[in-house]
């Protein structure tokens, strides 16, 4: 399975942006980069995910290395409810998700 | 919509007794797949079903653990006998199916303390 790094933990102020980073040099040409959030006693919830092309949603933004080997999740700006575990992850060709133990986000007031 | 339904939220059992999770995965979702929680850790993959067809088991421990999803809709994860290791969040999730590049939809999880 394609690995991911992400830093344990990130803190940012409310209504600043954040950028949570991801590297995943191992990644095949084939593989989608899926980023998933979880509140504390909540399942993951999806955020967005993209394949070359830098993406837009309404909860972020997903901006991809050229060399697709890191990616950058980009909340514009931060809100309490932002606060949560972001998961960078991999999806196979067998649409396989493998998550890691992703980012800690804690946002300060 | 409704979103993917776990039961129950809670269960507390004691270590050798035998427990049942059931899901109700998002209607005309085709995949669906039960992921094991850890404390502090991220989801771990223990099954993933298209219909009713089990097409990723690899990771499932077969000596105690079972599932089912009998006519492709809802699904039952089994424990018997369960071990104090066992104590953990199963987090059921569903998707439109295979070819399906999008997202998981995920329940809001079953956790299991065995004492």
């Known amino acids: 399975d394609a690995k991911t790094t992400q830093p344990n933990s990130m803190e940012s102020n409310e209504e600043e942006p954040v950028h949570l980073p991801c590297n995943h040099s191992t990644i095949s040409g084939t593989d989608y980069i899926h980023w998933y959030r979880q509140l504390p006693s909540q399942g993951p919830e999806y955020v967005i995910h993209g394949l070359t092309s830098n993406v837009n949603n309404r909860m972020a933004s997903l901006a991809i290395a050229e060399d697709r080997k890191s990616s950058t999740l980009i909340l514009h700006r931060a809100t309490l409810r932002d606060a949560a575990v972001y998961y960078c992850?991999?999806?196979?060709?067998?649409?396989?998700?493998?998550f890691g133990k992703g980012t800690l986000l804690t946002v300060n007031p | 919509e409704a979103g993917v339904v776990q039961s129950p939220r809670y269960k507390i059992i004691e270590k050798k007794q035998p427990v049942a999770f059931w899901c109700n995965p998002i209607s005309g979702h085709n995949t669906l797949y039960w992921y094991l929680q850890n404390l502090g850790q991220g989801p771990e993959l223990l099954i993933r079903y298209e219909n009713e067809e089990a097409v990723d088991d690899s990771q499932l421990p077969k000596d105690r653990f079972s599932a089912e999803r009998l006519k492709g809709v809802d699904s039952t994860l089994k424990i018997q006998p369960a071990e104090l290791g066992d104590s953990a969040v199963y987090l059921c999730?569903?998707?439109?199916?295979?070819?399906?590049?999008?997202?998981?939809?995920f329940g809001e999880g079953s956790r299991l303390t065995v004492l």
């Open positions: 999730a569903s998707s439109r199916g295979r070819g399906h590049i999008g997202e998981l939809f």
């Open positions: 992850i991999l999806r196979d060709s067998n649409y396989k998700l493998t």
